[in-house]
């Protein structure tokens, strides 16, 4: 991802679930932070991803948002702290709710006060940040936050079942009216039921079709799927849905899959077939391959 930092476009990397900030040093640009500079804005995205991590709230907030920034454009962090976090503005704002300086609050109301407005800066900063980071550092942070959720797995799971749920039903409608052809997306219905899979579960997918232009399929799929297939965008790959992903290469850029497609049938309509796959990200987008028979 490119940032737009102290005058330059910068770049920083993901990397088994952290963030890698290639021009900078952390340690130092952390020691200019406590002697009183101004955080980089790297520093500031880095800083937003730490605070994200096991929120649940965030999550799931991140998991529904449809507002993705677009790729391929220098990100740039929108400062807003500065203008909450003055105690002068503290003082005024206390002096006119206690009626002048007769009312005036100490000292120590001011100093609390103007601590708290300065949490609550940053905190609505940092959120700033992460829901305009481009698409596929949300989705990396998506993956990193399932995998480092600080609650219970039962308190994860009930966050994100509907998730779960949405997610699938949209990607397994979107792989069903690609292989339907043409005009499908006006005539045909297609009736998704989603559970959630117990964990190392084999992923299940059966659909059959109801009626000439109704189509009923039932998923069951365990929470990795979010954190595995959806995080990397690659849930519909030229319009095969993606069921798991069995092997990844180093870089992350080459996965072994099970996929699902449909064909057409002259008599039964529309037939599933479940298939192992290689699917490789390229500049221009995930592309798929079958590889067995």
Known sequence: ????????????????GKLILADHDVPAERAMVALGAEPCECLTVLDAWVSAMGNLDLLVGLCMSTNWARPGTPFAVRRIS???????LVRATLMRSTGGPSGAPTQAVIKSLTAQWQSRAASQERSEVIFSLPEPFRRRLIASLIASASRSK????????????????????ESIRYWAGPGSITRLTV??????????EAPFLLSQVAAKSFI??????????????????????????????????????TLAV????????????????????????MEDGPHLWWTGS
Request: aromatic share 6%; net charge negative; with cysteine.
């Open 1 to 16: 991802m490119s940032v737009q930092c102290t005058g330059a476009n910068h770049s920083i990397k993901w990397r088994r």
């Open 82 to 88: 500065s203008s909450l976090s003055s105690a002068a």
């Open 154 to 173: 039962e308190q994860l799971e009930e966050n994100l079942d509907y998730v779960l749920k949405e997610k699938v039903t949209f990607a397994v409608a």
């Open 191 to 200: 009736d998704v039921h989603v559970e959630m899979g117990d964990p190392g």
């Open 216 to 253: 009923e399929a039932g998923a069951r799929l365990p929470l990795s799927w979010l954190q595995q297939v959806w995080a990397r965008d690659v849930a519909v790959v030229e319009g095969c849905f993606v069921l798991e992903i069995l092997e990844a290469s180093h870089d992350g850029t």
């Open 258 to 281: 099970n996929a699902a497609r449909w064909h057409k049938d002259r008599t039964e309509g529309l037939i599933q077939v479940v298939r192992p796959a290689r699917v490789v990200i």
